[in-house]
T-cell receptor, first 111, second 113 residues
């Protein structure tokens, strides 16, 4: 079993739709959680950190459920420019800032 | 302020050869991590360098080795290349510390024939 698991998609949604991605992690020692965005043939870039209290950045909302070891990302009012692969990432801080990535979920937003 | 840079951009090698990839961290960063991303997969942690020493290592064989120089730049070496080593190799830099953001370079795409 992979340490971080995501539905690979693709999720094909129309502009303006709301889409949600989920992710589960297996190592209960994980301390920090993130969503990264990766455009085709580009490097990953940090989208947002994820906190137990939940956090929002514009159209993006991230949630963490430590008891269920589950992370989510909600995108509201999807734009064409949101088309990318979204990577769920965990960090076992006692492992010196070593990031463990999920396989990514591909999102395609269509006109 | 230059971000993380990597060279070369693309590389083609044959099985059994050796390759060296290079990374210059973002200005002010002292820690460099290397990741391997196979097509359609998420990046996998190879190892991390701080103060010119390997501090953490992922599940990669000894054919993968690295080095960090006094100016914090880093090299990744892969010996006895296999077809399965074909991937995008990403370098990430950060300040030392458990939760500091890692900034990724554009990567080196290695093809092994």
């Amino acid at each position: 079993r992979k340490e971080v698991e995501q539905d690979p998609g693709p999720f094909n949604v129309p502009e303006g739709a709301t889409v949600a991605f989920n992710c589960t992690y297996s190592n209960s020692a994980s301390q920090s959680f993130f969503w990264y965005r990766q455009d085709c043939r580009k490097e990953p870039k940090l989208l947002m950190s994820v906190y137990s209290s939940g956090n929002e950045d514009g159209r993006f909302t991230a949630q963490l459920n430590r008891a269920s070891q589950y992370i989510s990302l909600l995108i509201r009012d999807s734009k064409l420019s949101d088309s990318a692969t979204y990577l769920c990432v965990v960090n076992r801080n006692n492992a010196g800032n070593m990031l463990t990535f999920g396989g990514g979920t591909r999102l395609m937003v269509k006109p | 302020d230059a971000g993380v840079t990597q060279s070369p951009t693309h590389l083609i090698k044959t099985r059994g050869q050796q390759v060296t990839l290079r990374c210059s961290p973002k200005s002010g960063h002292d820690t460099v991590s290397w990741y391997q991303q196979a097509l359609g997969q998420g990046p996998q942690f190879i190892f991390q360098y701080y103060e010119e020493e390997e501090r953490q290592r992922g599940n990669f064989p000894d054919r993968f080795s690295g080095h960090q120089f006094p100016n914090y730049s880093s090299e990744l070496n892969v010996n006895a290349l296999l077809l399965g080593d074909s991937a995008l190799y990403l370098c990430a830099s950060s300040l030392t510390g458990d939760n500091n953001e890692q900034f990724f370079g554009p990567g080196t795409r290695l093809t092994v024939l």
